[in-house]
């Protein structure tokens, strides 16, 4: 009995992690069965999104108020201003999770450092 075959064998469940990605790189079947599992779950449009990501170093959203800091390389307090000032229309939070659009942050901190200029000028928080 062939080693791919006795992977196949194997419940989900109980394969290491190693042992399952040889069996998705190994074995041609189970690459179209993971194919169409994929596709049954997400949109062509989604696919092609997480693809564009893994290509570009630069990622299109971040989490929480760490990924704004290091959005605009400021402290955490400076972040959290932003987000609740500046940047709000870029962010979206449910409960405890924030995640905020990158490009339309920095579009709307440009738009803000026009009229207003640099950091010492951002609007106080209720």
Known sequence: ME???????????????CDFVRAITETPEVR???R?????VLTDEEIEKVIEDE??????????????ASIFGCS?????RLKKTVIKDAVSQRGRLIITDVEKAKKLFKNYQAQNGPFSGLPKTA
């Open 3 to 17: 080693a791919n075959e006795e992977l196949l064998k194997q419940p989900l469940a109980v394969m290491k992690v």
């Open 32 to 34: 179209q069965l993971f």
């Open 36 to 40: 169409n599992l994929i596709k049954s």
């Open 55 to 68: 290509k570009n170093e630069h990622p299109r959203t971040v989490r929480g108020i760490t990924g704004i």
């Open 76 to 80: 955490l307090p400076t972040a959290q």
